[in-house]
């Protein structure tokens, strides 16, 4: 068997171990999860759902005068998302991250789980001429 | 009514962020970048260089005898948006059989960084995250 590629220790199957193959169970990460600060500039809303084995993020920003305004929010739309394990053995999800195209904004979204609680941060590029900074936020999610 | 508040929004905080009249001042990102946890499996230090105010990332990651030399990247910077330093970066690497998205923020002067990583390799390897935190010593 021809030696596995890896870049760090992390990457190696430990010794005796078997890759799992197969999908990652995203069970841990699918549902509606809700921005734990109601007074949110970002998102407000992320909704994980699966399909036919794939995942899909729909993120919803904040919009409105009133805080936490779901019914006004931004809806960004249904994207496919990649999922991630703990390890290179891992059959659980912890972790997905997605990316947005808005055409005058690329959004990076990352999120992982710890502890019941979902941190999403978002890394964000102005592709239009509005001269408006790049920016990265950091906002924590429960269901 | 003002061009910005014209400019297309996701969310409110599109709405808020500064313009860039200054370019993002990388300085906070920039030196060589040393995991906390000497025993990591994930990765031992990270080098970020300036490039024409472009982040330059090199990634070493924990092997023996020796790290690996992931080379050199052009990442971007992020600023909290409403000031001109950089809080935050990412980079991404493609090394045929894995892919790894770094992204990377700072906190009280530490450095974390979460890799996402993706084999697109027939080893059956699970994709998996795994979050480092550097320090500068």
């Not at chain 1, 890759?19 to 809700?34: C, N, V």
């Not at chain 1, 305004?69 to 059959?91: F, K, M, N």
């Not at chain 1, 959004?107 to 941190?119: D, F, M, N």
């Not at chain 2, 001109?84 to 090394?95: E, I, K, L, N, R």
């Amino acid at each position: 068997m021809a030696a596995l590629g890896y870049r760090r220790a992390e990457d190696r199957l430990p010794e005796h171990a078997e890759a799992p193959g197969g999908e990652l169970d995203p069970a841990a990460l699918l549902g509606d999860w809700f921005a734990t600060d109601h007074r949110a500039t970002g998102i407000v809303k992320l909704e994980l759902t699966r399909r036919d084995g794939v995942l899909y993020v729909r993120a919803f920003g904040a919009n409105g005068a009133k805080p936490y305004d779901l019914a006004r929010s931004y809806d960004w739309g249904e994207i496919e998302a990649t999922l991630y394990g703990s390890a290179v053995t891992g059959t659980d999800a912890v972790a997905c991250s997605a990316v947005y195209d808005f055409g005058f904004l690329v959004s990076i979204l990352v999120a992982h789980l710890e502890r019941g609680v979902l941190t999403v941060d978002t890394f964000n590029t102005f592709t239009d001429a509005s001269g408006r900074s790049n920016y990265y936020s950091r906002e924590f999610f429960h269901r | 009514m003002n061009s910005m508040f014209m400019a297309p929004v996701t969310r409110m905080r599109d709405g808020l962020v500064a313009r860039r009249f200054r370019p993002t001042d990388i300085r906070s990102l920039l030196g060589v970048w040393v995991n906390y946890d000497g025993a990591s499996s994930g990765i031992c230090r990270i080098e970020i260089g300036d490039w024409e105010n472009i982040p330059t990332v090199r990634v070493f990651g924990a092997a023996r005898p020796v790290p690996v030399d992931w080379g050199e990247v052009a990442g971007a910077a992020f600023t909290d948006g409403t000031g001109t330093g950089a809080v935050a970066f990412d980079a991404s690497y493609d090394f045929g059989h894995l892919t790894v998205l770094l992204a990377g923020c700072l906190e009280k002067r530490l450095l974390m960084v979460d890799t996402f990583s993706t084999f697109t390799d027939s080893s059956g390897r699970a994709n998996y995250y795994q979050r480092d935190r550097f320090y500068l010593p």
